[in-house]
């Protein structure tokens, strides 16, 4: 595997369910990221973790819990979500600090959440 | 905070020039992005600019003016597979994370 995966590709949940995103990259970066994106609105940084640990958390509501076990995986919980949040959610690694240079963020394919 | 401002489609030949213009204002600025989307692919990277000028990368090219709050991404001998989401981005000067903030997207379309 290269880059960064993200399992699974698609999911549908009921709002009672409780799932988790999963998120692995091989480009040993040391910073993760996931973001959220929905038709016609911009792409939506969620949460981020550098050196495993959380340094933002962009005022997400607590049903999303993120979990960063080591630099190269990342998941995402999900727990009785609502129906606007169906969307694309997507993570990306990149390396920290960005001292010099553009250290750009990598993207996974994405995971296309529907909540019935 | 950041805004960024961004066309939300255009419509370009093939063969053809087209630029896309993005502009920002932000309370920090360390670097913009250049980002490509294709229908339910990831983004991949395009460009980065910290300084102003152009910066060159084959048939794309991006440019920057951190006075103006302004940057354009260039597209030369427009190709049908051209045809994608253009994404622009802010990094800010916040520590911890290199954090982008994105404007929604121009949807370029590359017509025969």
């Known amino acids: 595997e290269t880059g960064v995966t993200q399992t699974p590709r698609h999911l549908v949940m009921g709002m009672t369910n409780k799932k988790s995103l999963k998120c692995e990259q091989h480009?040993?970066?040391?910073?993760m990221y996931w973001y959220k994106q929905s038709a016609k609105k911009p792409l939506e940084l969620m949460f981020v973790?550098?050196?495993?640990?959380?340094?933002e958390n962009n005022s997400v509501p607590s049903r999303f819990s993120p979990e960063c076990p080591n630099s190269s995986h990342l998941f995402l919980h999900l727990h009785t979500l609502q129906p606007e949040d169906s969307a694309l959610y997507l993570c990306?690694?990149?390396?920290?600090?960005?001292?010099?240079?553009?250290?750009?963020?990598?993207f996974g394919p994405g995971t296309r959440l529907t909540v019935l | 905070g950041q805004n960024i401002d961004q066309p939300t489609e255009m419509t370009a030949t093939e063969g053809a020039i087209v630029q896309i213009n993005c502009t920002y204002q932000?309370?920090?600025?360390?670097?913009l992005f250049w980002y490509q989307q294709h229908a339910g692919e990831a983004p991949t990277f395009l460009s980065y600019?910290?300084?102003?000028g152009l910066e060159e990368k084959g048939r794309f090219s991006s440019f920057l003016s951190r006075s103006k709050g302004y940057s354009y991404l260039l597209l030369k001998e427009l190709q049908m597979k051209d045809s994608a989401s253009y994404l622009c981005?802010?990094?800010?000067?916040?520590?911890?994370?290199?954090?982008?903030?994105f404007g929604t997207g121009t949807q370029l379309k590359v017509e025969l």
């Open positions: 981005a802010v990094r800010g000067l916040t520590g911890g994370g290199n954090k982008l903030t």
């Open positions: 600019n910290v300084l102003d």
């Open positions: 932000t309370s920090g600025f360390n670097g």
């Open positions: 990306a690694s990149s390396q920290d600090p960005t001292s010099g240079g553009a250290n750009e963020q990598f």
């Open positions: 480009l040993g970066h040391n910073a």
């Open positions: 973790y550098s050196l495993e640990e959380r340094v």
